[in-house]
């Protein structure tokens, strides 16, 4: 159901309906950190984010049309946001795809950043591009949670962009 944890299909398998985060903000904090890492990881290549590469397809047309669409307007939502908030940018979207997708120069500060209790490397950005095979998801949410409190502290409040 939620590919992201497996990073994609070739790497792993996806997990089973009870690994899955149990809300809407627990989803959240995985995608951002999944799309983070990855987008870290491939900095300052623009790259295409796809909800087939997060969500696994199969398994939802097969079992449930409803909650496949609300995995995918999650997707959307939480891209949508990181770009309203200044983490990321891209150049289009269509369908459940995003394309030129990027970090922004406020994104790269705070995932350039150390993680809360270190004092030298690794980076937030590094251990989030750490876990985009999703181990550990409790900590990806985690160092999610450290870099949205950072990013709340330097970037001044954007509104909505209307996209």
């Known amino acids: ?5 497996a990073g994609s299909a070739k790497d792993k398998s996806t ?3 009870n690994d899955l985060p ?10 951002t950190g999944l799309i983070l890492g990855r987008l870290y990881r491939n900095f300052p290549l623009p790259i295409t984010l796809s909800a087939e590469e997060f969500i696994d397809y199969n398994t939802l047309e097969n079992s449930n049309r409803q909650l496949l669409s609300q995995e995918e307007n999650l997707f959307l939502a939480t891209v949508k946001w990181l770009a309203d908030v200044g983490y990321i940018h891209f150049d289009g979207m269509s369908g459940v795809s995003f394309f030129e997708v990027v970090l922004t120069s406020n994104g790269l500060l705070i ?6 209790g270190q004092d030298g490397p690794p980076t937030l950005g590094e251990k ?3 876990h985009i095979q999703g181990e550990n998801p409790l900590e990806l949410r985690n160092l999610v949670t450290q870099a949205l409190n950072l990013g709340s502290q330097i970037l001044s409040p954007m509104t909505r962009s209307g996209i």
């Not at 159901?1 to 944890?5: I, Q, R, S």
């Not at 149990?22 to 995608?31: A, G, K, M, P």
């Not at 995932?111 to 809360?116: G, I, P, Y």
Request: proline share 0%; charged share 20%; no cysteine.
């Open 128 to 130: 989030l591009a750490q």
């Open 22 to 31: 149990s809300n809407n903000i627990e989803l959240f904090d995985s995608y």
């Open 111 to 116: 995932l350039r950043a150390f993680a809360e």
């Open 15 to 17: 997990h089973a309906v």
């Open 1 to 5: 159901m939620f590919k992201g944890f």
